[in-house]
């Protein structure tokens, strides 16, 4: 049987003092995450509209290359999930091929998005670099100087965050030209 909901119980929590801050805050929870899926979609449909209008080749050897680390990042996956690793080898073959459109993609995307990010002349600041830190800090329960010391001794890495970085100001380029209506110039 379910317990009823009280003040008490939303006091029990330790962030709350009654049920309605508890019922308000869930409330700004469930919109802030409606708000977060929509802008996920968003994103989403304007970057398959965006891969759609430009069909291109992509070189294979980037293309074997994402491919691999797709499905090796999927066999991991699979082995924690608890499949024995001859169950995780019967199943490569099929992922080599189920992921290769997928592959494909993400290459023929990344193309774009460098392009996009030339065209535009976006640029790493120190202060991207620094907020990316800080977010893997805070998702390790750290303070970002950790996460700055390894990218600094790991310049391979510091780059592929860089990489990633420009990417995610490119889509953010693109949702911000889509919703003024400007379109891609």
Same mark, same amino acid.
């Given at each position: 049987?379910?317990?009823?909901?009280?003040?008490?119980?939303?006091?029990?929590?330790?962030?709350?003092?009654?049920?309605?801050?508890?019922? &308000?805050?869930?409330?700004?929870?469930?919109?802030?995450?409606? *708000?977060? @899926?929509? =802008?996920?979609?968003?994103? $989403?449909?304007?970057?398959? *509209?965006?891969? @759609?209008?430009?069909?291109? /080749?992509?070189?294979?050897?980037?293309? =074997? +290359?994402?491919?691999?680390?797709?499905?090796?990042?999927?066999?991991?996956? #699979?082995?924690?999930?608890?499949? &024995?690793? /001859?169950?995780?080898?019967?199943?490569?073959?099929?992922?080599?091929?189920?992921?290769?459109?997928?592959?494909?993609? $993400?290459?023929?995307?990344? #193309?774009?998005? !460098?392009?996009?990010?030339?065209?535009?002349?976006?640029?790493? &600041? !120190?202060? !991207?670099?620094?907020?990316?830190? @800080?977010?893997?800090?805070? +998702?390790?329960? $750290?303070?970002?100087?950790?996460?700055?010391?390894?990218?600094?001794?790991?310049?391979?890495?510091?780059?592929?965050?860089?990489?990633?970085?420009?990417? =995610? @100001?490119?889509? $953010?380029?693109?949702? !911000?030209?889509?919703?003024?209506?400007?379109?891609?110039?």
């Amino acid at each position: 049987q379910l317990l009823p909901l009280t003040d008490e119980m939303a006091k029990e929590t330790g962030e709350f003092t009654s049920l309605a801050e508890l019922r &308000t805050h869930l409330e700004k929870q469930i919109e802030a995450d409606k *708000a977060h @899926k929509a =802008e996920a979609d968003f994103e $989403q449909k304007l970057i398959e *509209a965006l891969l @759609k209008e430009n069909l291109f /080749e992509v070189p294979k050897g980037v293309v =074997e +290359r994402r491919l691999k680390a797709l499905v090796e990042s999927a066999a991991e996956s #699979f082995f924690r999930q608890g499949m &024995t690793k /001859e169950m995780v080898e019967k199943q490569l073959k099929s992922l080599f091929e189920k992921l290769r459109p997928e592959a494909e993609k $993400q290459v023929r995307l990344s #193309f774009l998005l !460098d392009e996009i990010a030339k065209k535009e002349k976006l640029e790493l &600041t !120190d202060a !991207d670099f620094y907020a990316k830190y @800080k977010e893997a800090g805070a +998702r390790h329960g $750290q303070s970002e100087e950790p996460v700055r010391k390894y990218y600094a001794e790991h310049p391979e890495a510091k780059e592929s965050l860089g990489m990633q970085i420009l990417n =995610e @100001k490119a889509v $953010q380029w693109i949702k !911000d030209n889509a919703k003024s209506g400007r379109g891609a110039s």
